[in-house]
């Protein structure tokens, strides 16, 4: 049997530049991995097919041939021509609907997993990211193994980040309903052309920034999520919990993707630790005080 950790990520930056003629958006994104995963297993079975088990997260993702983790399966095997055999428990953690990219770990997870189970060459990894590519935007961001990364394109053209020093304290909260991507995005309005500019700009500068410097009170003013226009003005519940956050002294407080989930950072672990408890005692709130992994 294969065990697979797939983390959750934040955008710790994420600029719109345009819509494309296929329908998505290019992206000027800083990925981050954090430490809040969900869990899959992965063994081959004597009866043929792909037999996939949900454990927690909504009643929706028990429906196999609707959950990305499936479809990550079955593209697998069609593009390397394997008969399939296989069993796949999923153990949902991740808040879904929370700007979190939990569907998408979980995809590029399996397909890693199942590399490992069918035991593939170190040269199949570039069809596996084609893989990826096709399921979604974040996917290859989680195959690729890096704490930090930037994107653009659709997010999947990636340029790992080795941060210099430290990175802070995490507070995440997710507020109990969620945001869907389509939403977000349909909802958008993109930046005047000199202020986006303006904000790549702003985006080099950070990631230049936390490659020499680490994480810093200047690099704290550049986070920036185009998202949050068109999320917070419709969804008061994301809109208060950053507030809240922002209230309680986070050094930066963004909302991550395309919501529902907010975060704050802090240096220090015990501060990270008072807001967490602190914001925790409102009723409805899931809270995780985590890191960068």
Do not use: W
Request: proline residues 5%; hydrophobic residues 45%; glycine residues 12%.
């Amino acid at each position: 049997m294969i065990k697979v950790k797939a983390f959750a990520k934040i955008n710790l930056f994420l600029e719109v530049t345009r819509r494309r003629p296929d329908g998505y958006h290019d992206l000027a994104t800083l990925f981050a991995r954090i430490g809040i995963s969900d869990r899959l297993s992965l063994k081959k079975i004597a009866a043929p097919g792909i037999r996939l088990i949900v454990k927690g997260g909504p009643r929706a993702l028990g429906r196999p041939a609707d959950n990305i983790v499936f479809r990550a399966a079955v593209k697998f095997f069609e593009v390397f021509g394997i008969d399939p055999a296989v069993e796949i428990g999923l153990e949902k953690n991740i808040p879904v609907g929370a700007g979190l990219g939990g569907g998408s770990s979980d995809a590029a997870a399996a397909l890693l997993g199942l590399a490992r189970l069918y035991k593939l060459p170190r040269k199949a990894s570039a069809r596996l990211m084609k893989i990826a590519a096709g399921l979604g935007s974040d996917v290859p961001f989680f195959m690729l193994g890096a704490s930090l990364a930037e994107g653009t394109g659709r997010g999947e053209k990636l340029k790992a980040i080795k941060p210099a020093g430290r990175l802070p304290y995490i507070v995440l909260v997710y507020p109990g309903a969620p945001v869907y991507t389509k939403e977000a995005y349909g909802k958008l309005r993109p930046g005047p052309v000199p202020e986006v500019a303006l904000r790549l700009r702003a985006f080099k500068k950070l990631c230049g920034l936390i490659k020499s410097g680490g994480f810093t009170a200047e690099s704290a003013r550049l986070l920036f999520n185009r998202l949050e226009t068109s999320v917070l003005p419709g969804h008061k519940a994301v809109r208060q919990a950053k507030e809240k956050l922002v209230k309680l002294g986070g050094e930066a407080v963004l909302m991550s993707g395309s919501g529902a989930s907010v975060f704050a950072l802090c240096r220090d672990r015990s501060k990270a630790a008072r807001i967490a408890a602190e914001i925790g005692r409102i009723r409805g709130y899931i809270i995780f005080l985590t890191k960068f992994c």
